[in-house]
């Protein structure tokens, strides 16, 4: 049986049943003062009329910014990855790889599908093989 329902006296159930009304009626209004905000944010930007953008490459070679120019008040910018493979050349025990990052080792090319740092390719899940080394061919003529 819960606690509430427990209580026998009917001036402890009014109290916490008031008590439990006060509670809820705080949240909800709090609620509703984050929903109106919102809604604030959502008709500002509505009324902004973009008039172009920008697309600015960071020193991590899979992030970009993008802005967008508004007609009033100041650009808006936001950052996001572009999670492509990407070839860093021979893997190196001592380097951090992230996911996507793609490294040459033992002959073949393996791509990181974890954060990964002195765990060789080949040896665990965290890389995976994607060109396999082929047999040597015949000099050239």
Do not use: Y
């Not at 509430?4 to 008590?19: F, M, N, T």
């Not at 009304?21 to 905000?37: C, S």
């Not at 902004?48 to 992030?63: D, K, L, Y």
Request: charged share 30%; proline share 3%; hydrophobic share 45%.
């Amino acid at each position: 049986m819960s606690a509430v329902l427990a209580v026998r006296d009917r001036s402890a159930r009014d109290l916490a049943a008031d008590a439990l009304a006060v509670a809820v009626a705080k949240v909800l209004r709090e609620l509703h003062q984050r929903i109106n905000a919102l809604e604030a944010d959502l008709a500002s930007m509505r009324r902004r009329s973009v008039r172009g953008f920008e697309i600015r490459a960071t020193e991590e070679p899979r992030r970009f910014v993008l802005r967008l120019l508004v007609e009033e008040g100041e650009p808006i910018e936001s950052q996001f990855d572009i999670r492509i493979p990407l070839h860093l050349g021979k893997w190196h025990s001592d380097r951090w790889f992230g996911v996507n990052d793609e490294v040459a080792w033992g002959g073949c090319t393996w791509i990181a599908s974890a954060n990964t740092r002195g765990e060789e390719p080949g040896k665990n899940a965290k890389w995976l093989l994607v060109a396999k080394q082929g047999r040597r061919g015949d000099a050239a003529q």
